[in-house]
């Protein structure tokens, strides 16, 4: 167990709604990951954090936005959500000088 | 373009079975590969590979890294319903001021009994 939680666990939004996507951590790790996961194409990296307000984009940033001003809590929000949205959303930390990631519960988020 | 191919997608077996799992990877600024468990939630890790040829061993489970074949195989025996998971292989690669990982899209395990 990495000491990390994510919030909400489970949340149902409309198509167009702001949605904000919480991970916490308390063993003040500086890295730290959303990814999310879908049928057939596995996990991908959405955001990345080095530290805090150090924020860099993965592989599918596009509609999502990240900010950390505390080293403890990595927001993942989506503007105007969309139904290509929904999804498992997960966070992961990584202990410094150490390569390998840890992951959070998972927050399900449907778009309806 | 980076990327991690596992195979098979999908397996079923019967208790006592083994089982290889195959990760192949085509990735600029390899630093490891890893593999991890995938219950009905968050993916939990299982080993670290580095260095070729040095396996890696864990109960049933054990897993060795090939860098000349780029793959590396994971493998279970005497399998038990409880080892019914998507296996996920994941390629760390050296990118801007810190890695990042490159995940396969993972190998679904059924275990019959």
């Known amino acids: 167990d990495a000491g990390i939680t994510q919030s909400p666990r489970h949340k149902v939004t409309e198509t167009g709604t702001p949605v904000t996507l919480r991970c916490h951590q308390t063993?003040?790790?500086?890295?730290m990951y959303w990814y999310r996961q879908d049928p057939g194409h596995g996990l991908r990296l959405i955001h990345y954090?080095?530290?805090?307000?150090?924020?860099d984009k993965g592989e599918v940033s596009d509609g999502y936005s990240v900010s950390r001003s505390k080293t403890e809590d990595f927001l993942l929000t989506l503007e105007s959500a969309t139904s290509s949205q929904t999804s498992v959303y997960f966070c992961?930390?990584?202990?410094?000088?150490?390569?390998?990631?840890?992951f959070g519960p998972g927050t399900r988020l449907t778009v309806l | 373009e980076d990327k991690v191919v596992q195979s098979p997608l999908s397996l079923v077996v019967h208790e006592g079975d083994t089982v290889t799992l195959n990760c192949s990877y085509e990735v600029t600024n390899f630093r490891s590969l890893l593999w991890y468990k995938q219950e009905k939630k968050a993916p939990t890790f299982l080993f670290m590979l580095?260095?070729?040829?040095i396996e890696k061993k864990s109960g049933r489970l054990s897993s060795i890294l090939d860098k000349k074949e780029l793959s590396s195989i994971l493998n279970i025996t005497a399998t038990q319903t409880g080892d019914s998971a998507i296996y996920l292989c994941a390629v760390l690669y050296y990118g801007g001021s810190q890695g990042n990982l490159i995940f396969g899209k993972g190998t679904k395990l059924s275990v019959k009994p």
């Open positions: 063993e003040n790790h500086r890295y």
């Open positions: 580095t260095s070729s040829g």
């Open positions: 954090s080095y530290g805090v307000k150090d924020t």
């Open positions: 992961a930390i990584k202990r410094d000088n150490m390569d390998t990631q840890y």
